[in-house]
T-cell receptor, first 113, second 115 residues
């Protein structure tokens, strides 16, 4: 079945350093979404990418969707302690069941002040 | 945050006992989902619903059943809880009013410990 792989599983950075997490799908995706989960919290939607090669920015966060719509990345510039949490990508493939996102296992980010 | 509540928020139970978790939404969204979250596994879909009395299995449905008798409520039942079902359970909702927009909104979660 469809799989979404996410790397790295963990990332420890010094405050001010950059951070990137990568997401790869075994199949072509209709869209990809990114979620953030703070420690002890619930996943919160960040953004959705739909178009091949799409790039979106939210302040220090840059999201990219690959040309083949099989991979994506999230890059955080100059991390802050408020960026701590687990970042999940989730891919949607309309070849499967409608409305069911396939989540990656997440990248847990820790930021040392 | 979307209007989603889960109850109970925390539960400790013993192996072999039945457990029901409730998800309640005030958004009138069509789709509702139950996930479990375990270290190293991320979010895994247990069951989902695409309307009242319309449900389907996810990737880890064994040992779980669901019911949706009203749009706003989605119940997850562990008929006979096992220690392997110790987890954090999240409910989520989505509304497919726009094609290709399947954003999911998550509830606060229920922490279940099966002894």
């Amino acid at each position: 079945g469809q799989q979404v792989m996410q790397i790295p599983q963990y990332q420890h950075v010094q405050e001010g350093e950059d951070f990137t997490t990568y997401c790869n799908s075994s199949t072509t995706l209709s869209n990809i979404q990114w979620y953030k989960q703070r420690p002890g919290g619930h996943p919160v939607f960040l953004i959705q990418l739909v178009k091949s090669g799409e790039v979106k920015k939210q302040k220090r966060l840059t999201f990219q969707f690959g040309e083949a719509k099989k991979n994506s990345s999230l890059h955080i510039t100059a991390t802050q302690t408020t960026d701590v949490g687990t970042y999940f990508c989730a891919g949607l493939n309309y070849g499967g069941s409608q409305g069911n996102l396939i989540f990656g296992k997440g990248t847990k980010l820790s930021v040392k002040p | 945050d979307a209007g989603i509540t889960q109850s109970p928020r925390h539960k400790v139970t013993e192996t072999g006992t039945p457990v029901t978790l409730r998800c309640h939404q005030t958004e009138n969204h069509r789709y509702m989902y139950w996930y479990r979250q375990d270290p190293g596994h991320g979010l895994r879909l247990i069951h989902y619903s695409y309307g009242v009395k319309d449900t389907d299995k996810g990737e880890v449905s064994d040992g779980y059943s669901v019911s949706r008798s009203k749009t706003e409520d989605f119940l997850l039942t562990l008929e006979s809880a096992t220690s392997s079902q110790t987890s954090v359970y999240f409910c989520a909702i989505s509304e497919s009013t726009v094609i290709r927009q399947e954003t999911q909104y998550f509830g606060p979660g229920t922490r279940l410990l099966v002894l």
